[in-house]
């Protein structure tokens, strides 16, 4: 059975530790009101719904869950990405990950599945079997040439679980990402290592390749302003060198 509004309202609240009495002063709203709406005795409008929505800051697909809770069409579309209407973001995309050679760049989206890889990329991770489709939680967690590439692996489990647990905190609720953190956290754990005094401003990754080791930091880039979820939760990677020996190494590479 579906979730009411009020159930679903307050699920999220919780999430974002508010009280109700926080959450009616952030929006506007009396707190007897928002007791109303989440004991059920009220129904929300759209625009409360939406107003609610942003000082909890709810992901898209949440704020479709609550609004059809309240019986109202949903706000956001979940477009295939072939969709015509999509084919200005995603040649943007595209131009983005061909612009950023020599240097590797990545599409994933929310469960870090691999779409598109640029030339660099690609020729990186082919010598380990990753390619588009492959998912990279479980290229880290499971893929023995990933992890044996990976010179400095401990340091990158560790900040793949922060950058996971922030995901899942954003988007409330996903089995995917849940799973993912519990099974890098028991690795995280049983390595029996944690860093000792501040973190450097950079940790780059440091991967082997061939008899070179290379070094790379990386930015992630999100599309704003579009009304479609799938395009929202796209994420491009763009790895960039961390040191001027992996600089001349792939510019070595020649793949411009």
């Known amino acids: 059975?579906?979730?009411?509004?009020?159930?679903v309202l307050k699920k999220w609240r919780g999430l974002r530790r508010m009280s109700q009495m926080a959450l009616a002063?952030?929006?506007g709203v009396s707190a007897r009101h928002l007791s109303f709406l989440e004991s059920g005795r009220s129904r929300?409008?759209?625009?409360?719904?939406?107003r609610l929505s942003d000082e909890l800051q709810v992901p898209g697909g949440a704020r479709n869950q609550l609004l059809a809770a309240a019986g109202l069409a949903p706000a956001f579309a979940r477009r295939k990405l072939n969709d015509?209407?999509?084919?200005?973001?995603?040649?943007?995309?595209e131009q983005m990950m061909i612009a950023h050679e020599p240097y590797p760049a990545l599409m994933i989206d929310r469960h870090w599945r691999l779409l598109r890889l640029n030339r660099p990329a690609a020729l990186m991770l082919e010598g380990v079997g990753i390619r588009a489709g492959c998912s990279l939680i479980e290229a880290l967690l499971e893929n023995a040439g990933l992890r044996e590439?990976?010179?400095n692996l401990q340091d990158i489990e560790r900040l793949s679980?922060?950058?996971?647990?922030?995901?899942?905190?954003?988007?409330?609720?996903?089995?995917?990402?849940?799973?993912?953190v519990e099974r890098l956290q028991r690795m995280v754990a049983a390595s029996g290592s944690a860093p000792?005094?501040?973190?450097?401003a950079v940790i780059p990754a440091r991967y082997r390749l061939g008899g070179q080791v290379l070094s790379f930091f990386s930015t992630i880039?999100?599309?704003?302003?579009?009304?479609?979820?799938?395009?929202?939760?796209?994420?491009?990677?763009m790895l960039f060198p961390a040191d001027e020996a992996t600089r001349e190494a792939m510019a070595a590479m020649g793949v411009r």
């Open 196 to 200: 000792e005094g501040e973190l450097p």
């Open 44 to 50: 929300p409008s759209r625009g409360m719904v939406l």
């Open 25 to 27: 002063l952030e929006a």
């Open 161 to 180: 679980l922060a950058r996971l647990r922030t995901e899942l905190a954003h988007f409330g609720e996903d089995p995917v990402l849940e799973q993912a």
């Open 1 to 7: 059975m579906a979730e009411g509004f009020g159930a």
């Open 221 to 237: 880039t999100q599309f704003g302003g579009t009304g479609d979820l799938a395009m929202s939760e796209l994420r491009i990677e």
């Open 84 to 93: 015509a209407e999509l084919a200005p973001l995603k040649q943007a995309a």
């Open 149 to 151: 590439a990976l010179e």
